[in-house]
């Protein structure tokens, strides 16, 4: 699990609509969401939520994405260090 997520400057257009209360809501369901715990909004957060999560989804594909790039890297890496060729 990742210990953080990015929230893009513009999602404003999602969160400017609601009240005070509604987006602090919002700001919870976030966390909650990346903690994989269950979400539960009224209908206008939620639908400003669904548009986040959207975007999480896709960064967080892109993450593991990276994370295995780099593996494959570090494994081939390993494997030249250790094999003859590499001296």
């Not at 257009?13 to 994989?36: G, N, S």
């Not at 939620?46 to 993450?63: I, V």
């Amino acid at each position: 699990m990742k210990k953080s997520f990015i929230l893009y400057t513009d999602s404003i257009q999602f969160i400017e609509w609601l009240t005070d209360e509604d987006a602090w809501k919002l700001l919870k369901a976030c966390l909650l969401y990346h903690k994989d715990e269950e979400v539960k909004l009224p209908p206008l957060p939620n639908m400003a939520f669904l548009m986040l999560k959207a975007q999480f989804d896709k960064d967080k594909e892109k993450y593991w994405e990276e994370i295995e790039k780099r593996k494959e890297t570090w494994r081939l890496w390993g494997l030249a260090k250790t094999s003859k060729s590499y001296q």
